[in-house]
């Protein structure tokens, strides 16, 4: 089955650096890639995905690569604020194959002001 | 897109009992899944129900200790069974993908404490 790796486990950087978090999948079928940001108490909310058949994708202050040869696909924060704070997860899934999302062990994101 | 309708929010309750948390889907869906989030910890699939079936379970999950009910392709239940303390989690169900699926989409969670 499928396993994703997340690293770094906590990432620490001040307020207007850029932060990247990097994720690697072993099942070559899994072609969506979700991030997810968790803040204290909460859900897991859906911040960005990318799917197999694009490289990156990028929304305000957020972006995603995908590198499928390599089976890794990275999230970076440009401009990082306060409230970015939170824990991140990556994710891999089949998604019209319908299988489960299997997610990452959660980069904990502190940014100081 | 789905909404899921997940019961209970939170709940207490004494080790050595059960209880059961229900979802519902508002589209009818092949496959619902259940995750557990221990505290400080990532989403962990348990198991992976599909109607009319036996749920499949991942390893470190049994059917004895984690009971799943599919009864119809909107509704889907999970039971934790004889609770200890290292039961306290947070349950989450979720569905995804298939035909006009996008993304995947989750319950609001069932935060459980055993004492």
């Known amino acids: 089955g499928e396993n994703v790796e997340q690293h770094p486990s906590t990432l620490s950087v001040q307020e207007g650096d850029s932060a990247v978090i990097k994720c690697t999948y072993s099942?070559?079928?899994?072609?969506?890639f979700p991030w997810y940001k968790q803040e204290l108490g909460k859900r897991p909310q859906l911040i960005i995905d990318?799917?197999?058949?694009?490289g990156e994708k990028k929304d305000q202050r957020i972006a995603v690569t995908l590198n499928k040869t390599a089976k890794h696909f990275s999230l970076h924060i440009t401009e990082t604020q306060p409230e970015d704070s939170a824990v991140y997860f990556c994710a891999a899934s089949n998604i019209q194959a319908g299988t489960a999302l299997i997610f990452g062990k959660g980069t904990t994101l502190s940014v100081s002001s | 897109s789905a909404v899921i309708s997940q019961k209970p929010s939170r709940d207490i309750c004494q080790r050595g009992t059960s209880l059961t948390i229900q979802c519902q889907v508002d589209?009818?869906?092949?496959?619902m899944f259940w995750y557990r989030q221990q505290p400080g910890q990532s989403l962990t699939l348990i198991a992976t129900?599909?109607?009319?079936?036996?749920?499949?379970?991942e390893s470190g999950f049994v059917i004895d200790k984690f009971p799943i009910s599919r009864p119809n392709l909107t509704f889907s239940t999970l039971t934790v069974s004889n609770m200890s303390p290292e039961d306290s989690s947070i349950y989450l169900c979720?569905?995804?993908?298939?035909?006009?699926?996008?993304?995947?989409?989750f319950g609001q969670g069932t935060r459980l404490t055993v004492v």
């Open positions: 979720s569905v995804a993908g298939g035909v006009g699926y996008t993304e995947a989409f």
């Open positions: 099942d070559s079928a899994s072609n969506y």
């Open positions: 129900a599909n109607q009319g079936s036996e749920a499949t379970y």
């Open positions: 990318i799917r197999s058949n694009v």
């Open positions: 589209s009818q869906v092949t496959m």
